[in-house]
């Protein structure tokens, strides 16, 4: 037999290192590429069922109203015509036609329990009535809706378990909807972009009292952690917060910042 020589024998096992680790290599890009698609497709399945139950639900959507026949008929495409006629809008489906792009977030009105009083704020609020079978316990919710470009909503919720609760919260803030006025109305402040209430406005819930003042582009949400999730909905990004009484009662505090962002249609363009 032929015996190779040494240089031949060095080139060999070079050659073979070099494609065991473009194997390696191929396998991890490939394992990483599997790990992504599997992230990405999660995520984009459940993104696509959310969308294809919400398109169930307004397809098999059966109108009571004569503005929810209307909306479905396609005879009625403003919303704000829709707000202008002050009449109560019973049906959240008509927003989920009339608004796009709705977001949904929920307020930490609750408590988890924790020693001495330290537990986290949490979004379901526990009560429970005593009756001769037992404690009955039921659970609170409150939620906030918007499309971040005026239109904004609050509401709550009541049920036996969380996600019913929920569930009510959402479709009662729908019906809540309001639209509020936004401008750039800071003497410091020349943009012509709508992020800011157009002038001072307050309002008030129980004993808690918020005071909602004009700020310039670049100043952010000077408010509570849970105030800040109705402005931003409602399309603010930059406000001076100024509050009073017992703020916190979460509750209230929120009810009395959408009482405040009701009081912007008193300003006409």
């Known amino acids: ?4 020589v040494p240089e031949e024998i060095d080139k060999m096992e070079k050659e073979d290192n070099k494609s065991v680790e473009k194997i390696i290599e191929e396998g991890e890009k490939e394992g990483l590429v599997v790990k ?3 992230e990405m497709t999660w995520s984009e399945k459940r993104a696509e069922r959310e969308k294809k139950e919400q398109a169930e639900k307004l397809a098999s959507w059966a109108p009571k109203t004569r503005i929810g026949k209307l909306v479905k008929e396609g005879k009625e495409t403003d919303l704000d ?3 202008d006629k002050e009449k109560k809008v019973l ?6 036609y009339l608004v796009k ?3 949904s977030d929920l307020i930490l009105i609750g408590q988890a329990k924790g020693k001495f009083g330290g537990g986290k704020r949490r979004a379901w609020r526990q009560t429970q009535r005593k009756t001769k079978e037992g404690n009955i316990l039921s659970f609170s919710a409150m939620a906030v809706v918007g499309n971040k470009k005026g239109y904004v909503g609050v509401g709550t919720g009541r049920a036996k378990e969380t996600l019913p609760a929920r569930e009510k919260a959402v479709r009662k803030a729908k019906i809540n909807i309001i639209r509020i006025n936004r401008s750039c109305a800071h003497f410091d402040c020349s943009c012509d972009e709508d992020h800011t209430v157009p002038f001072s406005v307050e309002g008030k819930s129980g004993s808690v009292r918020v005071k909602l003042i004009p700020a310039p582009q670049g100043t952010g949400l000077v408010v509570g952690d849970e105030l800040k999730k109705v402005l931003r909905l409602a399309g ?3 406000v001076y917060g100024v509050s009073s009484g017992h703020t916190r009662t979460t509750f209230n505090a929120v009810k009395a910042c959408f009482d405040a962002l009701r009081k912007t249609r008193e300003f006409k363009k």
């Open 1 to 4: 037999m032929i015996e190779p």
């Open 91 to 96: 049906e959240p489906e008509i927003f989920d």
């Open 101 to 103: 792009n709705i977001e």
């Open 236 to 238: 603010i990004s930059d």
């Open 36 to 38: 992504q698609e599997k």
């Open 81 to 83: 015509k829709v707000l």
